[in-house]
């Protein structure tokens, strides 16, 4: 299903500073390394002021079993719309586009 998303610049670029900060530099977007651990996705998801529900379900849909960067821009561009009061959290919101998130972790 992800296969019709594309990040947009701005996703790849917070991905891109999220990966930094975990693997203190070390790792980039291209390497198969560039994953977010759990405990540093509960860190940074809880930093968006989203329920543990509604995390969780973003969180399953951006599971899709490729791991690293691609998850998580999945998961960015989902809070996004679940911040701007979006409810049915699945796979079609990823075509309509990126909407302004707030993460206060990076």
Known sequence: ?????????E??????????KVHKGRV?????AARLDA???????????????????IWREAD????????LTVALRLVGWAQSGEH???HSLLVKGELYMYIDWV
């Open 39 to 57: 405990d540093s996705a509960v860190k940074l998801f809880l930093t968006t002021k989203l329920s543990p529900q509604v995390l969780s379900k």
């Open 1 to 9: 299903m992800t296969s019709q998303f594309s990040p947009t610049p």
């Open 28 to 32: 980039k977007r291209e390497n198969p």
């Open 88 to 90: 049915s959290l699945d």
């Open 64 to 71: 899709v079993g490729e791991k690293g960067w691609q998850e």
């Open 11 to 20: 996703e790849l670029s917070l991905a891109d500073k999220i990966l930094f």
